[in-house]
């Protein structure tokens, strides 16, 4: 078995080599960008994905596959030139891959500290679950200056989990979730039912909100859906209680809000608990404001093992006047582009962090099946407010 000096030492020849054959030249580096996956298989596939990031923003990148259940310990690595997939000539960096198996996982820290560019932030991608008590995990965090993961394949538990952990750490690292980041679009959208100066006040006498998940009924509410509502709740100021058991919310005037969480048939090719709609009814004196964002699910082309660009049909009711009604494109859903613009938001993210306090108390809700209601004091079921 191959020693991880051994190992250290080839690398960094590789990396020499690289540096040589460019010749001479002034680069300054962004970040240390540790990437980390559950398997080798996982790791594999997240390199392209990697590559085009760490180019992007000139950062060195570590790419690592563990396989922690492997009875025959054993350590590789190599070091690789990436250029920008545009091709631009300062667009360039190295990526090393590692594979570590069985007890040589626990190695993995020691190794990345020797590998990465001395005073430069470390910026922490974990790919899989994360367990308490770590090894592996807790030494990697302990020198990130940020932890980012990507929710929407683990669970909302582990978020809230995740930063139960940075806030046990006062010097520890941020925390960012690339689920948060894919909201984006779903929180400007909402955000304008309310831009008109006439329709604003509507924003705090919101009597009912209800977010649709592409999911069988009887699913836990994934992450997507659960930090919508805590975005909604925290921007909105409304608070959630229990009573008998049953989770209530409340508005600042006292007035009770009601959440309804529920699942409509995921299409073929759709991601388990995609967000598929977040629409909303709210009452002034005798005036009703109804609005919806509803997701075409699988409505953009086939773009490889994704269907991508899915069509929105944003639409507004207000009471005595006529309905707006629009229809945005969302844009390709690709790795490389949420991992990107996560990594460039600013690491302390105020409203992720209320976002997901307010989450951790529907983490263990259930959506149900949506079922149309044709009330006039509720949104269409699964579909769009009527005039």
Known sequence: MTPPSAIIASVERELRAIGEARGPTTRLLSMNLVVVAESIDIAAKYTHVVDEVAAALLARAIV??????????????CAVHVTS??????????????TARGPMCLRIPSVIESLRVAEVPIQL??????HPNDAIFEQLAERAERVLIDSEFTSVSNLVGLAAYARSRPEGPRVADLAWTRLQPWQELFARFFDQPAHTPFAERIETIRVLQASPPNTTIGSEAALLVGWLATRLGIRSYRAGG?????????????????AVPPPAGVAPCTLAEVSFVARRGHETLRGGAVRELASGGDCGETFDADVITWRLVPSGGAALEQRVRLGANKAAKWLERTLRRPPLDAALLESIAFAENIADEVATAAVVDDTADAPDGGGLPSP
């Open 246 to 262: 049953a989770l209530r919310y409340v508005r600042p005037d006292g007035g009770e809000v009601h959440i309804e969480l529920r």
């Open 85 to 98: 997939p545009g091709g631009e000539k300062d667009s360039f960096t190295e990526r090393v891959s590692l």
């Open 64 to 77: 690592v596959g563990l396989d922690a259940g492997s009875r025959q310990g054993s350590l590789e690595g």
């Open 125 to 130: 991608v974990w790919l899989g679950r994360l």
